[in-house]
């Protein structure tokens, strides 16, 4: 305890710094803690930088939250993605053992929000015309028209329909960002692990060597959150939520070594009832990093009044998405007056209003 405790003060002490840096909009001459530009840093693999620091309990933290959850192996994902997903907030979690969720679940989260606002559903853009300064977003049967646009999907995927710049390809690295290739399958099983609501499997996980033959990452009873959940797990407690890296496999070849690692583990009688694949976590190239990307994303926020935002701009997880549009918000009110929303004033201001700090959490 007394190790885990001194690793997670100094692991914290170099957020901190990290922090500062994303706040001011991720400057190419800010310095890291190393002697080095923090962008420099961040370029460097999550498991090289956490060796370097000498942070052993919080590389076995990250193997679990970074690589098991989807995020990319430890020796290869950039540790600016470590950073984002890794915050003091969610190692407190871990220390206190409480993980916070919507009541009753998230589908009724959004349903709720859905009902304030005026949310179109299946709606397939077939282009975007952005002359005269104004968007008109073009559907299979309508047109909308808006004067800000706020785009949160994959960008890869948005220059099909979406008319970019060349500086705005260029800032935020469009068409040279990268995914992981995730998926999760919904298995009946008998005999297996009934005794705790998650079971991990370091051997699958721990470099990108593993992650490449798909093995079984991490298997899900779904009642180790809300009380919605517990009542799942107790009702049907046969049915776990099992976790694979795709890594180009069919899903024959998927569920085929996903049987085999059960068998292994112990669970017999299986059946497959769901299986879904994700192109998951989008991520800047580790050459793309220490370019600069980070900083000349951020920067080119509001141009032309376009804005990015979701997994592209921040990360994956819930908690760093809402505080990076929170701040993101802030700079679109200086925008609709006029101002600069990445001018160094206004970042200024937004870091000293969203510092991080435990007691928000």
Not at 330 to 343: L, N, T
């Amino acid at each position: 305890m007394l190790a885990g405790g001194t690793d997670i003060a100094r692991y914290i002490k170099h957020w901190l710094a990290f922090h500062e840096w994303e706040l001011h909009g991720c400057p190419d001459d800010m310095e890291g803690t190393r002697g080095r530009r923090m962008k420099d840093e961040v370029a460097m693999p999550f498991r090289e930088w956490l060796a370097e620091r000498k942070l052993d309990v919080i590389e076995r933290f990250a193997l679990r939250t970074m690589t098991i959850m989807g995020y990319g192996a430890l020796d290869k994902v950039p540790t600016l993605y470590g950073l984002r997903w890794n915050t003091p907030s969610l190692i407190w979690s871990a220390v206190t053992l409480t993980v916070a969720e919507p009541q009753p679940g998230w589908q009724q989260l959004w349903i709720n929000m859905a009902s304030e606002l005026d949310v179109r559903l299946g709606q397939h853009i077939r282009t975007v015309d952005r002359t005269g300064g104004a968007f008109r977003v073009i559907t299979q049967d309508q047109s909308y028209e808006f004067d800000h646009l706020v785009l949160t999907t994959w960008l890869n995927d948005a220059q099909a329909w979406f008319p970019f710049t060349a500086g705005e390809k260029q800032a935020w690295s469009i068409g040279r960002t990268t995914n992981t290739d995730y998926t999760t399958t919904l298995v009946q099983a008998d005999g297996w692990f009934r005794d705790s609501d998650t079971r991990s499997f370091e051997a699958a996980a721990y470099d990108s060597t593993a992650i490449k033959d798909s093995h079984l990452l991490v298997a899900r009873r779904t009642g180790d959150k809300s009380a919605a959940a517990k009542a799942r797990s107790q009702s049907r407690p046969d049915v776990y939520v099992c976790y694979q890296y795709g890594a180009g496999r069919t899903k024959e070849q998927l569920n085929a070594i996903l049987e085999a690692d059960l068998r292994a583990d112990g669970a017999r009688a299986m059946k497959i009832l769901t299986y879904c694949p994700w192109r998951y976590a989008p991520q800047l190239t580790t050459a793309d990093i220490a370019a600069g990307a980070a900083g000349a994303m951020d920067r080119r926020q509001g141009k032309r009044n376009l804005w990015v935002t979701g997994s592209m701009a921040s990360h994956e997880a819930v908690d760093n998405i809402v505080d990076y549009n929170e701040r993101l918000v802030d700079r679109m009110e200086v925008a609709f007056d006029g101002g600069d929303p990445s001018s160094d004033e206004t970042l200024a201001r937004v870091a000293a209003r969203h510092r991080f700090t435990l007691a928000d959490k």
